[in-house]
């Protein structure tokens, strides 16, 4: 346990930080879940809009530094390539 005020005060800002970094990573996961769903009913157009919320979704939370920018880089990419991949109808 902390003993110092400051220590005190740092356990306290890192439990709230680790509450809303993991509020933000599930809103994440959330995002990318549907739109892998929207590609496995072969829903082309549904899936590039949802591909564009997954952009923007990566952005902000790398923004954050919730994930780092090269995650979210790499993420974008194979996300993508899984539209491009699948023969959509």
Known sequence: M????????ALRQNKRHNKKNLLIKKGLLNVIRVYKKSLALKNKGEAEK??????????????????????????????????KNKHLI
């Not at 939370?61 to 990419?77: D, E, H, M």
């Open 2 to 9: 902390p003993i110092t005020s400051s220590a005190k005060k």
């Open 50 to 83: 949802q591909l564009s919320a997954v952009y923007q979704s990566l952005d902000k939370t790398a923004k954050s530094g919730v994930i780092k920018p090269n995650k979210a880089s790499r993420l974008k990419s194979r996300l993508s390539s899984l539209l």
